[in-house]
């Protein structure tokens, strides 16, 4: 893949598991692709807090950025 085709966001569904030809019986699905840029918006206002333990951050963050 070429520099170019790594910038942005996904563009299509994705899971995990399951089987190539769609997520039926998928271990995870993630958002909808039109939320992804507002997702990561408030995963950098997340991250840039500063009352919170890093230690609490780390795990709050992971678990968001499901």
Do not use: C
């Not at 500063?50 to 709050?60: N, T, Y």
């Amino acid at each position: 893949m070429d520099e170019e085709g790594l910038r942005g966001f996904r563009d299509g569904p994705v899971w995990i598991s399951g089987n190539r030809y769609g997520p039926r019986e998928a271990d995870f699905v993630p958002q909808a692709t039109d939320r992804v840029p507002a997702h990561v918006d408030d995963l950098e206002v997340a991250a840039a807090r500063g009352d919170l333990d890093p230690s609490v951050k780390a795990f709050v963050l992971h678990a968001q950025y499901q």
